[in-house]
């Protein structure tokens, strides 16, 4: 299964989850949008570390997710200016994956002290609450380091536990019960499900416009809020 594929089921359980969190009232619906949403972020994550691995430019692939980032939240600050629906460093994906790059990055150096701001990374993302906290950013280092399968079973169910079973930011005094994030919930060790397209990953990258996620996130976030807001 080439990359081409991954990003497609990714984009669409992505779909599915935000579809069900604004739009869908009937709460069986509801979980089950939110449990097919949580296989998103795992293939998201794979994405930024094979992207990685293979560009040829670190500093541009970097800067594209920071730009994305920095347009994403401007968004989402007019919003919560406009409506009052607060997303603000909250909901934007493409703020757990650019930090997730930047800890990834800095622990390819494969020096001791560059493992200093990867913890700060990881701090602050719980510290503000960001999308998928220091679970989404970890997720993205484990891939990026490790490539081989079974290692990311372990290292992936490893993470589950201590951020689903045993909340972290929850021991550290950094959040409580009010304030659970959703992959603190017992339906992201469904998440799981996507080591099945990423154990059929090929290594390959398959055609794919590179621009077309970038530009997806944000408009379909727009098409569903503008949907949330009309009706």
């Known amino acids: 299964m080439s990359m081409k594929w991954i990003k497609w089921i990714a984009i669409v359980t992505m779909t599915v989850d935000h579809v069900g969190a604004f739009l869908v009232s009937d709460p069986t619906l509801y979980l089950a949008c939110r449990i097919i949403g949580r296989i998103a972020y795992p293939l998201f994550a794979l994405m930024v570390a094979e992207g990685f691995r293979h ?66 990374i990881v701090v602050a993302a719980e510290w503000f609450h960001t999308s998928y906290g220091a679970y989404g950013i970890l997720l993205i280092v484990l891939f990026g380091l490790v490539d081989r399968l079974p ?71 727009a098409v569903i809020l503008a949907i949330y807001l009309l009706f």
């Open 55 to 120: 560009t040829r430019s670190v500093g541009r692939y970097l800067f594209r997710f920071l730009l994305f980032t920095v347009l994403s939240e401007a968004a989402m600050a007019v919003v919560w200016f406009a409506y009052g629906i607060d997303f603000f460093l909250q909901a934007n994906v493409f703020l757990p994956l650019a930090a997730g790059l930047i800890a990834l990055i800095l622990a390819s150096k494969r020096k001791w002290y560059f493992w200093l701001p990867i913890l700060l």
């Open 151 to 221: 290692l990311r079973i372990v290292g992936f169910v490893l993470l589950s536990a201590i951020f689903i079973d045993w909340p972290l930011p929850e021991l550290l005094g950094l959040a409580n019960g009010g304030e659970i994030h959703v992959f603190e919930r017992w339906y992201q060790w469904i998440a799981l499900a996507a080591l099945i397209p990423i154990g059929f990953y090929d290594g390959t990258r398959g055609r794919f416009n590179k621009w077309f996620f970038y530009a997806y996130y944000p408009l379909h976030l």
